[in-house]
């Protein structure tokens, strides 16, 4: 396979912000009555959108309040704003695409604001990636709906079966078998088995990534 774009989810593949979103949520559903850990919290939602993990925790029994989301994210960002680390080996990655001509893209179910908050503070990062992150909440096609997918590789002028999706979710990694894409599963944390069992190629360092794209 001749790989000709690749795609990459934001948090959990370029930035480690999952792990204080996480402990966030389960200190919030604990606190309003749905007692869960910040691994629990990640292997039920990890991929989902706020309002999709509000939703779903409510339906668990979780009593959050009416405003919820938009007050967690506002306190998310306060959070993330203190700083999270770059995932060890993301930037060779790219120049190692940077150096073999291949375009890239990133699709992310955060909103735009947060990818500024935790890739604005590394220059390098940011200014390759700025015009080129995509929304899926913004553009009203969240993963595992296909469309984010299918929309970055529009924007690259790459037909999506020439592309790679690189995500850490199961969510992720769906929504890119349902556009056509192959995926790669980055599974740094976890035995990575609901990504393999969504079709992904299944890797726990970064820098195994360019030479499962035969970089």
């Known amino acids: 396979m001749t790989i000709k774009a690749v795609l ?3 948090d959990g593949v370029l930035v480690d912000s999952e792990p204080p979103t996480f402990q966030m949520l389960a200190e ?3 606190r309003f009555g749905l007692t869960m850990t910040a691994v629990a919290v990640a292997e039920r939602f990890a991929g989902g959108t706020i309002h ?3 939703a779903r925790a409510r ?3 979780a009593d959050l309040p009416d405003g919820w989301t938009a007050d967690f994210y506002e306190r998310l960002f ?3 704003a203190q ?3 770059v995932i060890p080996g993301v930037e060779d990655v790219l120049d190692r695409l940077d150096d073999a001509g291949i375009p890239y893209a990133v699709g992310s179910n955060g909103i735009g604001r947060k990818m500024a908050i935790t890739l604005g503070p590394y220059p390098r990062l940011w200014n390759r990636l700025k015009d080129r992150l995509f929304s899926g909440q913004e553009l009203g096609m969240p993963k595992p709906q296909p469309g984010l997918w299918l929309h970055c590789a529009a924007h690259l002028g790459v037909d999506p079966a020439d592309c790679v999706v690189v995500d850490d979710s199961a969510v992720g990694c769906r929504g890119a078998r349902a556009a056509g894409i192959r995926a790669m599963g980055f599974a740094a944390h ?3 088995a609901g990504l393999a069992a969504e079709g992904a190629t299944v890797f726990r360092r ?3 990534l360019p030479g499962l794209l035969g970089l």
């Open 190 to 192: 976890g035995d990575g």
């Open 8 to 10: 990459f989810d934001c």
């Open 83 to 85: 700083g999270v680390p």
């Open 78 to 80: 306060v959070r993330l």
């Open 28 to 30: 919030d559903f604990t």
């Open 59 to 61: 339906a668990m029994g």
């Open 206 to 208: 970064m820098d195994e």
């Open 52 to 54: 999709d993990v509000a």
